[in-house]
């Protein structure tokens, strides 16, 4: 997979929370998505505070860096840093943390692919 999930900062506001992903070779992110998966206690997946974000179709070149901010605010490339590493931010747009205080949740990177879609017809009033 050229895109990886590398690293979870857990955080107490939605502007220093958020996750870092890595390109191994070019890449485009739109097919990816990052999701929150809560486990119950037994280990099966919980559907209580599920999240996911699901990226648009952007360039990322080999080890380009993504850092996908928890809280709100509108995509940005930054230049490379003195290092070389160049940072696209992504941003989630919550106003509240997705990642529990206690730690226990899992981010997960997938990568999907849309089959079909249907329109939602309105509700028939009687």
């Known amino acids: ?49 599920r999240h996911i974000y699901l990226f648009g179709d952007v360039a990322i070149a080999k080890d380009e860096w993504i850092r996908l901010v928890t809280g709100p605010g509108k995509y940005r ?7 070389g590493h160049v940072v696209h ?17 899992t981010a997960a990177l997938i990568r999907y692919t849309t089959v079909n879609t249907k329109p939602v017809p309105p509700v028939v009033k009687p």
């Open 1 to 49: 997979m050229s895109l990886t999930l590398h690293s979870v900062t857990n955080a107490s506001t939605p502007a220093a929370e958020g996750v870092w992903l890595r390109a191994s070779a070019p890449v485009s992110t739109l097919g990816y998505a990052v999701v929150d998966r809560t486990f119950n206690p037994d280990g099966t997946p919980s559907n209580e505070f």
């Open 77 to 83: 490339k930054a230049p490379a840093d003195k290092d």
């Open 89 to 105: 931010y992504f941003y989630w747009g919550s106003g509240n943390c997705v990642w529990n205080d206690a730690g226990g949740d």
